[in-house]
């Protein structure tokens, strides 16, 4: 049974950073294989992708710069260092695996396969 366990959400004030982790447990291939993303999701709001990575990495506009998705095929585990947070980053952030070799830029909810419970994230200003 595939488990994503997501940790490191929390509140910060706007100009601060956090890092999120992922966890991947269960996988019946390797790890390396999987394409691994970050989605987001605000009160009122469509899921949107943040970040992927499968042998290179994809942002959305709103965080390039800023944001870094990085991952530890030994530890199985993804990350996403966030820096110069803003309030508009308030949300929900979920880890997600697509079986399929590759990533899709700009991500697809239903191209992912598994779903982590999410963290939250809220920056105040």
């Known amino acids: 049974q595939v488990q994503l366990v997501e940790s490191g959400g929390g509140s910060v004030q706007a100009g601060g950073s956090l890092r999120l982790s992922c966890a991947a447990s269960?996988?019946?291939?390797?790890?390396?294989?999987?394409?691994m993303a970050w989605f987001r999701q605000a009160p009122g709001k469509e899921r949107e992708g943040v970040a992927a990575n499968y042998f290179g990495s994809y942002y959305a506009d709103s965080v390039k710069g800023r944001f870094t998705i990085s991952r530890d095929n030994a530890k199985n585990t993804v990350y996403l260092q966030m820096n110069g947070l803003k309030p508009e980053d308030t949300a929900m952030y979920y880890c997600a695996a697509e079986k399929t070799y590759g990533c899709t830029w700009p991500p697809r909810q239903a191209d992912f396969d598994y779903w982590g419970q999410g963290t939250q994230v809220t920056v105040s200003s």
């Open positions: 269960g996988f019946t291939r390797s790890y390396i294989t999987y394409c």
